[in-house]
């Protein structure tokens, strides 16, 4: 049996190829604003350092009453649930002994304990 096609489809070859075509022939469609030609940004240094951050986290729980979650806040600029997971972090892979407890104003405190627990 023949295939029949449809007299009214408006199938074409163009739109079989997967090429649309506009209702204004020969106007291309132009989206956003064109990129400016001129000199290429400056690459600056990284607004924050990771490795900073971390070495001064870890110097602040190293004092002898640790650190608390609002002093590590204020020094690092991250929010509470960024803080204990990368103290969490800090025990599991980083290798350090983390010691958390309450102090007397019931705030949550960090503190590092001697040896590396891998040693």
Do not use: C
């Not at 986290?57 to 640790?66: F, P, S």
């Amino acid at each position: 049996m023949p295939v029949i096609r449809n007299p009214t489809s408006k199938t074409t070859a163009s739109k079989a190829r997967g090429v649309a075509r506009s209702k204004a022939v020969g106007k291309r469609k132009t989206v956003g604003k064109p990129k400016a030609i001129g000199k290429p940004k400056a690459i600056g240094k990284p607004k924050t350092d990771r490795a900073n951050k971390k070495a001064a986290v870890v110097a602040l729980m190293k004092r002898a009453k640790g650190a608390t979650l609002a002093e590590i806040m204020a020094v690092t600029k991250w929010q509470a649930h960024t803080v204990r997971g990368f103290v969490s972090i800090l025990g599991s892979k980083g290798g350090e002994q983390v010691e958390s407890s309450n102090n007397a104003a019931g705030e949550r405190a960090y503190k590092l304990r001697g040896a590396p627990h891998n040693e």
